[in-house]
């Protein structure tokens, strides 16, 4: 059996930790093992699981990225079991190849899950420049979430295997038609059912939420907006909830593990995004025939021309209020969307299968 050793920095309910979990789930374990390294004392949301899949996880303690990197590199060489690591933490993915190429690691698979590092000033655009090119001397494979995930790690598409957040569609669909009111059975509220689903941090750009939820009162429109995910800007988005006396009207729900039926039964959900990977959660949304309003900054491959994507710019609230003030089309049918998801790449056990001759073809 191969294992490998995934790196990541703890194993919560996020994008790319959901990905990962999903092509855990589905790829043959008689075959391959997940271990993972994580980088936290703290339990992740999915580390129970991981452990009942048959996975380990070693947490790594350090202070800094220098003396994470020794550390690993201890790790690995005390741990010949593993033939090839896969990190999936972007720019600091370079520590983690550096650590694992002098344990002596044959494969060394670097994973981009973003479009951009979305930092900004003169000290982190030099990391960036060092680490892209640390990143890109180390990796012995290169994978990516979309096209332009694999051109901002790798500078272009050249050998890069091209695996797409991808879902159970027709396990999705399923459980979307059983919880058509989940919301409405769930929470009692009437109106329009809004949801936004990511971390609670920056890029997800929840301060513009709040200015479309700011809008719809305005406006008079009974609705709620509940903001699923937890993070670094949870405190300061609960006061600044109160402070715009938006409490009725905008609930904050943290890490859910219902998010499929949340999303089956919402009206809309809205990613104003400064800028994203290949957002998972658009791939669920769209198998559960959800439309949403997404940031034009975010890349059009997660679009599948279902008619349930809609691209707004993020310089106006006014514009977005005015597209949830608008009735959606009726319902796709659940065999057009499966399909459309299936032809698009995004079926997860095609992508694990695919995933699992990856490995194989790196450990001959």
Sequence with gaps: MIRVLHIVGKMDRAGAETMLMN??????????????????????????????LGGRIFPIIANNSIERMFKLTSFLKQHSEYQIIHAHQLLNNAFHLLAAKQAGIPHRIAHSHNTSNGKMGVMKKIYEK??????????????????LAA??????????????????????????????NFI????????????????????????????????????????????????????????EIQTKLLSNNVKMLGIRSDI????????????????????????????????????DRVSAEVDFGLGLIHFLSITSEKEWVDYLETPTKSPLSNDIICQKIQEAGFDVIENANSLLSFYKTCSQ
């Design 260 to 295: 499929t039926e949340l999303m089956a039964s919402a009206d809309f959900m809205i990613m104003p995004s400064l800028h994203e990977g290949f957002p998972v959660v658009l791939v669920e949304s769209q198998a559960v025939g959800l439309h949403t309003l997404v940031s």
């Design 151 to 180: 051109k901002y790690l790798f500078g272009s598409t050249t050998d890069v295997m091209i695996l797409p957040n991808s879902v159970n569609c027709q396990q999705m669909v399923e459980k979307a038609k059983e919880n058509r």
């Design 23 to 52: 092509l855990y789930r589905h790829v043959d374990r008689t075959q391959v093992q997940f271990d993972f390294i994580t980088f936290t004392p703290d339990k992740g949301d999915y580390d129970d699981e991981i452990l009942a």
């Design 184 to 239: 409405s059975e769930n929470f009692n509220e009437e109106g329009l059912k809004i949801i936004q689903v990511g971390r609670l941090n920056t890029v997800k750009n929840h301060k513009f939420s709040l200015k479309i939820a700011e809008e719809l009162t305005k406006r008079g429109v009974k609705y709620t907006l509940y903001i699923i995910g937890q993070g670094p800007l949870e405190s300061s988005l609960k006061q």
């Design 130 to 147: 060092w680490a892209l090119k640390i990143i890109n001397k180390t990796v012995t494979s290169k994978i990516a979430c979309g096209e």
